[in-house]
């Protein structure tokens, strides 16, 4: 649930109120791989350690601050982060992504993982973070939602699920008391505001996803006591189910028409990332032309990406479309 925002915080949780005079602006993936520092880094770091290092992982969350003069920071972790604290054995390699050497294979497998035991270097980043960001700045923290997260860890999840529903309720229940506790720790250690990041569950039916979904995403919405983003991809065909979640604001991809998104709710997005690749002129366009849809329809807005920051985008074209959201008349 949104609470209360004051004079001196940032646009980002005034704009939960719809309280904000200017319009924020924040990229997914802004902290990390397509930066200059953040490949320097990488070439002499495995990818394991740059976030595992709260010195490190600290340094990448504040890159794109100074860099792109974005209105929030948001914590460099991946979305199997807290997997790795409940008994998966994780590996981030460069070049590969995350390989699990313990991946679930049949609903027996499901016995040998418990309950999340906690990350320190999880805290110990975001306490790093927090000491040298101004009030205006807050730190966003995240997770994968359950269904996500299970489509890594669970290499036959749909058999599962149609095969042995049991099975998959008790990984999806398994999975989002681990969520739930994950972002407690968070919490506890100091962001201000957290997105639930759900890729893969646009590839369902409706009836799946509130089957089998909206259940789990609704009970961490409820438990998480902080102002909350949920970002559904691909989720045109379940609108009315995302505006159950219990998110306060929700963030869509380029699948969504946001001239024609009709929600109380908060919205994020959802400028499409490919856009990124384009001329100068064309971004400041379509910039322009998602703000002003935004703000005939919307008045709790942060501007965002229909997803997150491609390898080899340029930093200055973020730069520049931050540039132009924050010249923009909102009020």
């Not at 807290?82 to 699990?100: A, E, L, R, Y």
């Not at 999880?122 to 205006?136: D, E, H, M």
């Not at 998959?168 to 972002?183: G, P, R, V």
């Not at 002129?281 to 709790?300: D, G």
Request: net charge positive.
């Amino acid at each position: 649930m949104a609470k209360s925002a004051t004079p001196e915080q940032s646009n980002i949780l005034l704009a939960f109120e719809g309280k904000n005079k200017k319009v924020p602006v924040w990229f997914m993936r802004q902290a990390g791989r397509y930066l200059p520092q953040y490949q320097a880094l990488k070439a002499n770091t495995p990818l394991s350690e740059l976030f595992r290092n709260p010195e490190i992982a600290g340094g990448i969350t504040l890159q794109p601050l100074e860099i792109l003069g974005v209105d929030a920071a948001i914590l460099f972790a991946d979305i199997l982060t807290m997997p790795s604290g409940m008994g998966f054995k994780i590996d981030f390699v460069n070049g590969k992504g995350p390989v699990i050497a313990n991946s679930i294979h049949h609903a027996g497998d499901l016995s040998r993982f418990g309950k999340y035991s906690g990350l320190e270097y999880v805290s110990r980043t975001i306490q790093l973070v927090n000491a040298v960001l101004p009030p205006s700045i807050p730190l966003i923290g995240f997770a994968g939602s359950p269904y996500t997260v299970a489509t890594y860890l669970c290499s036959k999840h749909t058999k599962m699920m149609y095969e042995n529903p049991k099975a998959f309720h008790q990984l999806m229940h398994l999975l989002t008391e681990n969520t739930i506790a994950y972002l407690k720790q968070q919490k506890e250690a100091g962001i201000k505001v957290f997105q639930l990041f759900d890729t893969w569950a646009g590839a369902l039916r409706h009836e799946d996803y509130e089957t089998f979904v909206l259940p789990y995403v609704q009970k961490i919405f409820k438990s998480i006591k902080l102002p909350s983003i949920y970002y559904l991809k691909n989720s045109a065909h379940l609108m009315d189910l995302m505006e159950k979640s219990g998110a306060d604001m929700l963030s869509v991809c380029e699948v969504i028409n946001i001239k024609d998104l009709k929600t109380k709710k908060g919205v994020q997005g959802n400028f499409l990332n490919s856009l990124l690749y384009a001329d100068d002129k064309t971004i400041v366009e379509e910039t322009q032309r998602l703000l002003k849809a935004a703000k005939a329809k919307h008045r709790k807005y942060i501007f965002n990406l229909s997803h997150g920051v491609m390898p080899d985008v340029n930093p200055l074209k973020l730069k520049l479309i931050v540039e132009e959201v924050h010249k923009f008349k909102w009020i």
